[in-house]
Nanobody
Protein backbone atom coordinates (compact mmCIF):
# COMPACT_ATOMS: atom_id res chain seq x y z
CA UNK A 1 0.00 0.00 0.00
CA UNK A 2 1.41 3.36 -1.05
CA UNK A 3 1.84 5.86 1.76
CA UNK A 4 3.19 9.37 1.49
CA UNK A 5 3.57 11.08 4.83
CA UNK A 6 4.27 14.78 4.98
CA UNK A 7 5.83 16.60 7.90
CA UNK A 8 7.37 19.96 8.69
CA UNK A 9 4.40 22.24 8.31
CA UNK A 10 3.55 24.89 10.88
CA UNK A 11 2.96 28.55 11.51
CA UNK A 12 5.57 31.17 10.68
CA UNK A 13 5.74 34.88 10.15
CA UNK A 14 6.18 36.36 6.72
CA UNK A 15 9.77 36.12 5.61
CA UNK A 16 10.34 32.92 7.54
CA UNK A 17 11.26 29.46 6.32
CA UNK A 18 9.96 25.93 6.59
CA UNK A 19 11.21 22.62 5.26
CA UNK A 20 8.63 20.04 4.36
CA UNK A 21 9.52 16.36 4.16
CA UNK A 22 7.66 13.53 2.49
CA UNK A 23 8.51 9.97 3.44
CA UNK A 24 7.25 7.28 1.11
CA UNK A 25 6.52 3.72 2.13
CA UNK A 26 5.20 0.79 0.17
CA UNK A 27 6.48 2.64 -2.87
CA UNK A 28 9.92 3.22 -4.33
CA UNK A 29 10.33 6.77 -5.55
CA UNK A 30 13.72 6.41 -7.23
CA UNK A 31 12.29 6.11 -10.75
CA UNK A 32 9.22 8.27 -10.20
CA UNK A 33 8.40 11.88 -10.78
CA UNK A 34 7.48 13.42 -7.44
CA UNK A 35 5.86 16.70 -6.60
CA UNK A 36 4.12 19.01 -4.23
CA UNK A 37 0.83 20.76 -4.66
CA UNK A 38 -1.12 23.00 -2.32
CA UNK A 39 -4.70 23.96 -1.76
CA UNK A 40 -6.10 26.83 0.24
CA UNK A 41 -9.73 26.99 1.38
CA UNK A 42 -11.98 28.05 -1.46
CA UNK A 43 -9.17 27.92 -3.99
CA UNK A 44 -8.18 25.46 -6.68
CA UNK A 45 -5.34 23.04 -6.30
CA UNK A 46 -2.05 24.61 -7.36
CA UNK A 47 0.96 22.69 -8.51
CA UNK A 48 3.95 23.96 -6.53
CA UNK A 49 6.95 21.90 -7.66
CA UNK A 50 7.85 18.73 -9.53
CA UNK A 51 11.14 16.90 -9.54
CA UNK A 52 12.05 14.35 -12.15
CA UNK A 53 13.26 10.88 -11.19
CA UNK A 54 16.92 11.76 -11.63
CA UNK A 55 16.49 15.08 -9.90
CA UNK A 56 18.02 16.95 -12.80
CA UNK A 57 14.85 18.70 -13.89
CA UNK A 58 12.62 20.66 -11.57
CA UNK A 59 9.50 22.63 -12.26
CA UNK A 60 8.13 25.42 -10.12
CA UNK A 61 5.01 27.51 -10.07
CA UNK A 62 5.73 31.14 -10.93
CA UNK A 63 4.44 32.12 -7.51
CA UNK A 64 7.22 30.23 -5.73
CA UNK A 65 10.17 30.49 -8.11
CA UNK A 66 13.30 31.74 -6.40
CA UNK A 67 11.84 31.02 -2.95
CA UNK A 68 11.07 27.29 -2.90
CA UNK A 69 13.43 24.42 -3.68
CA UNK A 70 12.36 20.84 -4.26
CA UNK A 71 14.84 18.03 -3.72
CA UNK A 72 14.90 14.29 -3.22
CA UNK A 73 16.94 11.64 -1.47
CA UNK A 74 16.17 8.40 -3.24
CA UNK A 75 18.23 6.41 -0.74
CA UNK A 76 15.89 7.63 2.00
CA UNK A 77 12.81 7.41 -0.22
CA UNK A 78 12.09 11.00 0.74
CA UNK A 79 11.25 14.24 -1.02
CA UNK A 80 11.71 17.71 0.44
CA UNK A 81 10.39 21.19 -0.14
CA UNK A 82 12.49 24.00 1.27
CA UNK A 83 10.38 27.14 1.52
CA UNK A 84 12.07 30.47 2.12
CA UNK A 85 10.81 34.05 2.19
CA UNK A 86 7.34 32.81 2.95
CA UNK A 87 4.38 35.07 2.25
CA UNK A 88 0.85 35.07 3.67
CA UNK A 89 -0.40 33.94 0.27
CA UNK A 90 1.62 30.73 0.70
CA UNK A 91 -0.81 29.70 3.44
CA UNK A 92 -2.37 26.39 2.39
CA UNK A 93 -2.42 22.67 2.95
CA UNK A 94 0.63 21.21 1.23
CA UNK A 95 0.50 17.75 -0.25
CA UNK A 96 3.30 15.48 -1.38
CA UNK A 97 2.38 13.59 -4.51
CA UNK A 98 3.72 10.89 -6.78
CA UNK A 99 3.32 9.53 -10.28
CA UNK A 100 1.64 12.34 -12.19
CA UNK A 101 -0.02 11.81 -15.55
CA UNK A 102 2.81 13.91 -16.97
CA UNK A 103 5.81 15.20 -15.08
CA UNK A 104 5.29 18.86 -15.73
CA UNK A 105 4.31 20.70 -18.88
CA UNK A 106 6.80 22.40 -21.18
CA UNK A 107 5.51 25.66 -22.53
CA UNK A 108 7.07 28.97 -23.38
CA UNK A 109 10.51 27.72 -22.47
CA UNK A 110 9.66 26.75 -18.91
CA UNK A 111 8.35 23.74 -17.08
CA UNK A 112 5.06 24.08 -15.22
CA UNK A 113 4.40 21.60 -12.40
CA UNK A 114 1.61 19.06 -12.62
CA UNK A 115 -1.46 19.03 -10.42
CA UNK A 116 -2.83 15.58 -11.30
CA UNK A 117 -1.13 12.73 -9.48
CA UNK A 118 -1.92 9.10 -8.91
CA UNK A 119 -0.94 9.19 -5.22
CA UNK A 120 -0.79 11.89 -2.55
CA UNK A 121 -0.50 12.18 1.19
CA UNK A 122 -2.76 13.58 3.88
CA UNK A 123 -1.13 16.99 3.71
CA UNK A 124 0.60 19.30 6.14
CA UNK A 125 -0.69 22.76 6.98
CA UNK A 126 1.45 25.83 6.36
CA UNK A 127 0.25 29.11 7.81
CA UNK A 128 2.10 32.37 7.20
CA UNK A 129 1.12 35.43 9.15
CA UNK A 130 1.88 38.99 8.16
Amino acid sequence: QVQLVESGGGSVQAGGSLRLSCAASGYTISDKCMGWFRQAPGKEREGVANIWAGGGIKAYADSVKGRFTVSRDNAKNTVYLQMNSLKPEDTAMYYCAADPVVCGTWSGGVWTPSVDFKFWGQGTQVTVSS
